[in-house]
């Protein structure tokens, strides 16, 4: 079955650290590939996404993420957090052969920054 | 844009009742997805609509029925509610053809 797993459960840094959020997907055919963020008592929103071309995606707030065909990775990362930084990431990728709408989502990583 | 609005925010129902959650798509977009958050997981696909059809299901019994009306609101009703059904319902639309989706803040769920 496809699925989508997040490494990390919760992730505390302290500002200015570098983060990196581990995303692994498995399943086959074309790759659409997404990372979500929750700020607390917010609605979950796109940080970036890839479908093809170049594997290194960058998206709002500083965020990057690079697709690694061969490790089946699309891991996220920013080069300094902020307090503001502190959320839910949720990695998602499209459901191969499903609708559009279908999305399977990861577990899952809280972040937590340290002013 | 105006977002994507649900209703209610919060609700509490007994077990083997029914109930019905509703969205407001953003302008514009013509597709509704509905997902299942239940505590410390990833949104699990329930089902879509477009052009007021169920376009896609996931893993979900068919006491889990949904509607999409000519102005590309939904609905999701769920019957015989079960105490596993407590959860975190979004509702997100898009344009077809297009993946960028739009969440709504959810409806809270407590089955008792």
């Known amino acids: 079955a496809q699925s989508v797993s997040q490494h990390n459960h919760h992730v505390i840094l302290s500002e200015a650290a570098s983060l990196e959020l581990g995303c692994n997907y498995s399943?086959?055919?074309?790759?659409?590939l997404f990372w979500y963020v929750q700020y607390p008592g917010q609605h979950l929103q796109l940080l970036l996404k890839?479908?093809?071309?170049?594997?290194l995606v960058k998206g709002i707030k500083g965020f990057e993420a690079e697709f690694i065909k061969s490790k089946f990775s699309f891991n996220l990362r920013k080069p300094s957090v902020q307090w503001s930084d502190t959320a839910e990431y949720f990695c998602?990728?499209?459901?191969?052969?499903?609708?559009?709408?279908?999305?399977?989502f990861g577990k899952g990583t809280k972040l937590s920054v340290k002013p | 844009e105006t977002g994507v609005t649900q209703s209610p925010t919060h609700l509490i129902k007994t077990r083997g009742q029914q109930v019905t959650l509703r969205c407001s798509s953003q302008?514009?977009?013509?597709?509704v997805s509905w997902y299942q958050q239940a505590l410390g997981q990833g949104p699990q696909f329930i089902f879509q609509?477009?052009?007021?059809?169920?376009?896609g299901r996931g893993n979900f019994p068919p006491r889990f029925s949904g509607l999409q009306f000519p102005n590309y609101s939904s609905e999701l009703n769920v019957n015989a509610l079960e105490l596993d059904d407590s959860a975190l319902y979004l509702c997100?639309?898009?344009?077809?053809?297009?993946?960028?989706?739009?969440f709504g803040s959810g409806t809270r769920l407590t089955v008792v």
């Open positions: 997100a639309s898009s344009l077809w053809g297009d993946y960028g989706y739009t």
């Open positions: 399943y086959g055919g074309t790759v659409n």
């Open positions: 890839y479908f093809s071309g170049d594997p």
């Open positions: 998602a990728g499209k459901n191969y052969g499903g609708s559009q709408g279908n999305l399977i």
């Open positions: 302008s514009g977009h013509n597709t």
């Open positions: 609509y477009y052009r007021e059809e169920e376009n």
